[in-house]
């Protein structure tokens, strides 16, 4: 595209920040976008054979670089009739055009109740990003707009054409034709394009966007440049050989500590009660020994080709412990320290001689600032709040923050019934980082789910790239902290999270198959949950309730708030609850148990029901409300367990109206077995939300 | 306002369903609302008269009786220029009018880029509703419209200009004049007085509502009729003796039974454990002694004018009981029974017979088809699911389902440390319903809150009259089962509940200044937290997390999703905060409390922390989140209590971070003690979002 080069390159030698609308819309013609009829005319002769051969009526506007906001300033005359108009018109605006340098564009009149906008912005994180909404005086006051990052496939596209609240206007309302949906694909397609090829190019509004018998046409365009920005060289750094951090053959503790209580100390109390089946070295300038191991007094003094190194040392000993870890042939360390950018100045700068040494050496680091990572297939763990034997299991976390390998694992253990795989708190990511952990885990057989909280995204495009993947196979569920602007301030004094556009977030998640979610608490429900169950093929829930308030509220949040069904049932399911019922109740989903219950006993009327609704092909889910009471008597809950097992394709997730202790004991009996509960009554719905979206992304083209 | 009556009188006789476009707007404009200029004419020079005396541009019309979508069927012809144009368009327009019975209407045209609609829809349970929203192609694509019930003032329609997602363009979008407010509210409480002062009109669509020069003008109208229905004669029945129910002096139970776990047996075992201080009846044919009370063979041998009695007998005998209750001077009976209307055509048989033994004795009747209500003040409970003793407390529940008298409950009172003033389960509410229950409350001094399920209305426009009133002194929170239409569905079986539209049911609502909350778990929390603190006064929450992520995350959360601001702190605060802080963190709001636990010790940092941000007077609730773990160290939380004490005036809710043994201790420490815990994170934000509401509706003008 020899002339869309050249257009911006004379605009930028001109020194202008924004291109004209006539140079904007030849931009967009020269990639195949339709664009309203126009010619640029520079006197009043010129402006009526242009009208004549456009056909009347006309638009006339003026036209020059750098020009924006035409309707506010009193710079168009629509509906111009006949020459004579045009003659009027085209004299009141041509003194405009002369102050402004520019020009008269004469212009078709696009008529259309439509109006659409779409176009680019460039994020400074994630690079060109695509939008598109509702155009005209709505774009600001509805702001129903989303995005998505560049390049984007035809499903993106058309994906975004259904997001919008205000889809409906796409399709044939009010004897409208429907809007041509490939036309409007092709057209955010090729803006992305556009942003991809041209890097001067910063953002693109087309707006509005009108709608001419189903076919969309740039009624106004603006192109805005910038001269682009040097990329910045990023130090490729090395890849690889993350697995002498999640499978080290060799550990040694530097800064190891014989005081009970410091973390010199607990991280090998954690290495020895998570039963570390490889090589274990400590170092400590005092030398001796600690619990049973002996103490080397120096790095020098270690053998060659330990493969990993946990260094509890003060921040300003890290540049130089890092190479001399390296020259004895260490291949990863971790970085217990803090202190550095998130903290001040001076931390920046060994922040900046860390990244040196790092470079230097080729050594893999996590950290610093971080509290350790986790490997429970390998038996491993260099955490250093004391945290006991930590179970295994088939959830992965990738953390921006320390808590999924402390206080919150803590919590996890001592109140969840689940384990992890791996779990990694980055810290301040200075080396490894979300895009090479999540492919690492996408490609892990132990790791069967990706549970994220991230703050940042340090190199955005590649884990989008990564996640667009990993997502087809596993579920990605993501918490992005530092949302909105309160939130986004947080962030930064936090560590140094460069907030980005939430709604660009947004998109670009939806656009990689991640989930997304705004609980600190699903990190863990969901992850137990899919710890314990097989993943939901579909939204499809039945749940059977001891009152019909509770059936009642629990479809309206199915349905309302968490995009579930609650469908209607086979015809031979129904019977099999009819016939475990009182006659006088008509049973469907969900399932009024209670009667059921009532007649043939209380284990009777769950088990039954239960297994009725995950025989039915309609149903994906199924969540038993207990009731369990002393006085409605408490019922053994093997049944549950055992169809957990003879159903291995559908998760049953179990929830409570209850008392108390009879929830606990249920909790206590249940959860080791396999079967997830959950203490209050939404949360088994909320979660079936969450892993049902997980699925949908699994499933997508 | 003769001549509305008259357009409306003829047009009834007329047969006609609908009104002209022409009639419509002659009724709008005799209220006052500004309407197009326009003129009906029957031949092309009354036509041409008429456009020369508005002024070209001009927009004819097919006008006629039951005449609707005309741009649809192309009987609008808009933008004409002059006679000429006039001419054609007249011709091609006057044949479709004549088929039509109509004539054809030249009117002014309206210029604006905003198009509103508004309308009045007759709601079958609340009567005439006004609807406001986006005009135009947006109407049904992006239904961004709200209701309220007529009357109203003028506070309720400036709430609808802003209730609306689209409210942005009111104000002064894209150079545009903002929209004149006053003009808007005065339309919008026309409409409703339009609806209350002509039963006959069923509906009516002002659309578009084109705003010209910010001045909102009637561009096209529908006014839909209908003969009014007949008045449903409703039998006023006898109200008040309420407290005969409340607060009985002396009760019978007839069918007491001497069989343990029968209802029979459990409501006299309830009322016992109660303590229940007024005289004890109980009846049952066979006479004897249950529980070491004298049993009444019939109703006929016991002594004249008990206040109250439970029967438990089988639907059949409640009619002729009712009236043998009454000849005996009973004032108030609990209908235990099911099998009424909510089971088969039989039911409904018994039922109306049971509403005639009502009206004919005057008896207040709770039920049937309840479990029970309960009253602790009182020390009385009519519940027969075994309960034992009911704590008592401030807050009293109006439920649509027994669920409060029994499994729910239990639930409270074994899961959370919190009691009771008033409960009913209303069953089939035949007489007693949640109008009379919540003026009752209103009243009460023992009531300082009241938490509401309810699937349908049984006199909505008292009920929304009293809420009006009730919700300026109390906080009054409502769960609306039956919300979707599946929901609905599942309502219908319930009980035998109306759906009403929600949409029109939220701004109902709104209008009445109750809370509407979504969750069941919420009647729980909202009310544990109400039971032991202070309202807040506004929704400005501080909060300290031991952990930057949940900082980052609670802040989102509260921001994003539930309407809580996380203000900044005075500066004396944020000064004390820094002094119990290590320098190289800079603190505010929220609060990082770990850096000052780490240092100063972790019940100092939380004690310190928490009573600097109490005294603020930015901030109106509390959220300490506590970390708890045996190595962290677990201090002793009286600080809390007594911080409790010493700041009546800001709730304080705490959350966690912790082993799941040092929350179970700390709850079990702390509720008795006056201050609600909270086991997920996000809990007590949700809490504080639905009280903060409840001040704001107590606020209200």
């Known amino acids: 595209m020899e002339s869309v080069q050249d ?52 638009v006339l506007k003026v036209c020059a670089a750098g020009l924006a906001h035409k309707t506010e300033q009193g710079l168009i005359e629509v509906g111009i009739k006949n020459a004579g108009e045009l003659k009027a018109a085209y004299a009141r605006l041509a003194a405009h055009a002369r102050q402004l340098e520019g020009g008269i564009l004469v212009q078709e009149l696009v008529k259309g109740s439509r109006e659409l906008v779409m176009g680019l912005t460039r994020d400074p994180q994630l690079g060109p990003c695509v939008m598109f909404g509702l155009g005209g005086v709505f774009t600001e006051a509805l702001e129903d707009v989303c995005f998505r990052v560049a390049p984007l496939d ?14 409906k206007i796409l399709e044939g309302v009010r004897g409208l034709p429907p809007v041509q949906l490939d036309l409007l694909s092709r057209g955010l397609q090729t803006l992305g394009r556009i942003g991809l090829e041209h890097p001067a190019v910063r953002a693109i509004d087309v707006n509005p966007l009108i709608i001419q018998q189903g076919r969309p046409v740039a009624v106004d365009a603006l192109i805005v440049l910038e001269k682009p920005p040097a990329e910045p060289a990023e130090a490729q750094g090395v890849r690889g050989g993350l697995d002498k951090l999640f499978e ?3 550990v040694v503790v530097i800064g190891a500590s ?31 020994e600690i619990l049973g191991h002996k103490v080397y007094p120096s790095i020098q003094d270690l053998p060659q080709g330990i493969d990993m190194a946990i260094i509890i040392l003060p921040a300003a000993a890290t540049p130089q412990t890092i190479r001399d870890c390296a020259a004895k042939g260490v291949k990863a360390v971790v970085l217990a320290a803090s202190g550095f950018a998130e903290v001040d100045q001076q931390g920046k700068t060994l922040q900046e001689e860390t990244i040196q040494a790092i470079r230097e050496t080729g050594v893999r680091v996590i950290g610093p600032n971080t509290s350790g990572h986790t490997s429970t297939p390998h038996n491993f763990t260099s955490s250093f709040f004391p945290l006991g034997k930590i179970p295994r299991g088939k959830v992965s976390y990738i953390a921006q923050t320390g808590n999924f390998a402390t206080h919150t694992m803590r919590y996890i253990m001592s109140g969840e019934n689940y384990g ?44 989008l790239e990564v996640a667009r993947r990993v997502t087809r196979s596993k579920p990605v569920v993501l918490l992005k902290g530092g949302a909105t602007s309160e939130g986004a301030r947080a962030a930064v004094a936090h560590t140094a999270a460069l907030a980005s556009d939430d709604r660009i977030i947004d998109g670009a998640l939806r656009q990689a198959g991640i989930v997304r979610v705004y609980k600190y608490s699903h990190l863990i429900l969901a992850a137990k949950a899919v710890s314990a169950m097989p993943l939901p093929l579909g939204n499809r829930v039945s749940f059977s309730a001891p009152s019909g308030a509770m059936l009642v509220c629990m479809t309206d949040l199915c349905r309302r708030h968490l995009g579930l069904r609650v469908p209607d049932l086979e015809e031979q399911t129904r019977q099999r609850l009819q016939e475990i019922s009182p006659p006088y109740i ?3 989903n969900p399932v009024d148990i209670w009667p059921a219950a009532t007649v043939s006993g209380v284990e009777f009327a769950y088990r039954e029901g239960t297994e009725a609704v995950l025989k039915d092909p309609n149903i994906d889910a199924v969540v038993p409300i207990l009731m369990l009471t002393d006085d409605t008597g408490v019922p053994p809950l093997d049944f549950l367990v055992e169809l957990a097992h003879r159903y291995p394709q559908k998760p ?31 949360e088994p719905f909320e979660v079936l939300s969450i892993l049902a979206r997980c699925r949908q992304a699994m499933n997508r083209k």
């Open 420 to 463: 992890v795989a791996r779990v990694v708190g980055m810290g301040n990511k200075l080396d490894v980082e979300e895009s090479e952990l999540l492919e690492y885990y996408a490609e892990d057989p132990e790791t069967q789910a990706i549970f994220m909280y991230l703050e940042s995204f340090k190199r955005p495009q590649r884990f």
């Open 248 to 250: 080290p053959q060799s």
């Open 652 to 682: 049953i997730y179990v929830t409570f109206s209850a008392q108390k202790k009879h929830m606990d004991a249920a909790k206590a009996f249940l959860e080791p077995r396999g079967v997830p509960t959950f203490p209050l009554i939404e």
């Open 154 to 167: 035809e499903e993106d596209a058309l994906e975004m054409t259904r997001e919008i609240k205000g889809r």
């Open 258 to 288: 014989q005081t009970p209580h410091k973390a010199g100390n607990d991280v090998i109390q954690n290495i020895l009660a998570n039963e570390f089946r490889g090589e274990l070295y400590l170092v400590n300038p005092k030398g001796g």
């Open 586 to 588: 008509r049973m469907r």
């Open 7 to 58: 257009i911006i390159k004379q605009a930028l030698l001109a020194g202008h920040k924004t291109l004209s609308e006539y140079d904007s819309k030849k931009i967009l013609a020269a990639y195949g976008l339709p664009i309203t009829r126009e010619v640029w005319v520079n006197d009043p002769a010129a402006a009526e054979a242009a009208a004549a051969q456009i056909g009347y009526p006309v």
